[in-house]
């Protein structure tokens, strides 16, 4: 058995239910691990907490891209490489009452992925092969609201909606016979559906006082997020004909005749619910400790397609960030001012084939490089912080143990996160 990636995708794995499951935080978030959901801050946010908005000290936008190169190994075959790049996401979040913490977000994101090519070569006699193909991948759009109902604790909530398409094609081809028939069994959906998410953050304040310096304070952030379930309806239609062998073999479609066309065919699946538990240690500005815990119910969904079901997907994450010297204002000093990220993931996936599943890990490193602009506002000069955010992560997923697929990844990131004050009278300097 061979395995080739397509698409926005490098896993095969993505063959299963709605295809590759896509994180939706972002490139900074996947530098500490993908730990986001118990982190405050008033330069970044968390599109996976709606809570976070409440803090925000400006507008942001921040807008991410990432590249995966992997290897894909089989117990009976050579390794094959893969290659596959795509935009992540974009968001947009700003504060709205000056004295009330409250803010709002709106974005877009990858929900799922799919792209693949999987083939069975058969030594029967006249030989063939069984193609299994797949393309396409769902989309998040989503607004959001987040506001600090008494001190310390934020609540908020994402309203979204989930839209996209899946194509598969089965073939079973015969390369080098004229009197067998080869065919093609086709499938396309678009997808549709709308959910809503809640989160919760509530922090205790600590200060530290050390020597005569100035008193430090820590932050104690607890968080809990909870994602809806989503009832994806597709329409789409089905189409089988007979084609060329020989002709396939070479890269021609050649058709002979029509099998089968459906139009107007429904198909209905769920994205279910799922929870996230989060706690992070902040340290002032100067260091960030976060762990992270989320179970998503797949057990309880069925694919309507091919009738298997799934395991419920955990995920486990620790994250560390760094600032050693966070003094904007000062001139010199760049690498001090560069936040240094490292962390990792274990994750059982809801992927399940043939009984089995499949686990990944991940370790990461990411850099947070500063952009620095300093604003007088009409009460305080304020040096507002943007960064360009890279991430490298080596991922591990699966076994060749029971005929499966083992797949090594280097994925890596870049994003912009652009912060700004709007809505105030200011001069440069």
């Keep these: 058995m061979s395995a080739v990636a397509q698409s926005g995708t490098s896993s095969p794995y993505s063959i299963a239910g709605i295809g590759e499951l896509k994180y939706g935080g972002f490139n900074q978030h996947k530098g500490t691990g993908t730990t986001s959901i118990a982190q405050r801050s008033k330069n970044s946010f968390s599109a996976l907490n709606p809570a976070s908005y409440a803090n925000l000290g400006f507008t942001i936008l921040d807008v991410g891209a990432g590249l995966s190169l992997g290897k894909l190994t089989t117990e009976n075959s050579d390794p094959s490489f893969t290659r596959a790049g795509n935009f992540n996401y974009f968001a947009m979040a700003f504060p709205i009452a000056a004295k009330k913490k409250m803010g709002v977000s709106f974005g877009t994101n990858q929900f799922s992925d799919v792209g693949y090519t999987i083939r069975n070569n058969r030594v029967d006699t006249p030989s063939y092969y069984n193609q299994y193909g ?7 759009v989503y607004v959001g609201y987040g506001i600090e109902v008494i001190k310390n604790l934020n609540i908020g909530f994402n309203a979204n909606y989930i839209f996209g398409n899946v194509a598969s094609a089965n073939t079973t081809i015969y390369p080098s016979s004229v009197t067998r028939f080869s065919f093609i069994d086709e499938t396309y959906f678009a997808y549709g559906g709308a959910s809503l998410d809640f989160g919760a953050q509530y922090t205790v304040q600590q200060s530290i006082q050390k020597d005569n310096k100035d008193a430090v304070r820590l932050d104690h952030t607890i968080a809990a997020s909870y994602q809806g379930a989503t009832q994806l309806i597709g329409d789409g239609y089905r189409f089988s004909q007979t084609v060329v062998g020989t002709r396939f073999a070479l890269g021609e479609e050649v058709p002979i005749d029509t099998i089968l066309f459906e139009d107007n065919k429904r198909d209905t699946t769920t994205k279910p619910i799922g929870f996230t538990l989060g706690y992070t240690l902040k340290y002032g ?3 960030t400790l976060s762990i992270e815990a989320e179970q998503n119910l797949w057990s309880g969904v069925t694919d309507s397609r091919s009738g298997n079901t799934f395991f419920d997907n955990t995920r486990l994450a620790a994250g560390f960030s760094i600032v050693p010297l966070p003094k904007y204002g000062d001139k010199g000093n760049f690498l001090k001012k560069v936040e240094y990220r490292l962390g990792a993931r274990y994750e059982n996936l809801y992927y399940n084939f043939a009984g089995n599943q499949i686990s990944e890990v991940g370790i990461s490193f990411g850099l947070g490089l500063p952009i620095v602009k300093s604003v007088r506002t009409e009460d305080e000069k304020v040096a507002i912080v943007s960064r360009i955010n890279l991430s490298a992560e080596y991922v ?20 912009l996160n652009l912060n700004d004050k709007w809505f105030t009278k200011r001069k440069y300097r």
């Design 396 to 415: 591990k997923r699966g076994s060749t143990a029971n005929q499966l697929i083992q797949e090594d990844y280097f994925n890596i990131g870049i994003g």
């Design 285 to 287: 500005d100067v260091w």
């Design 134 to 140: 797949g393309s396409g991948g769902l989309s998040r």
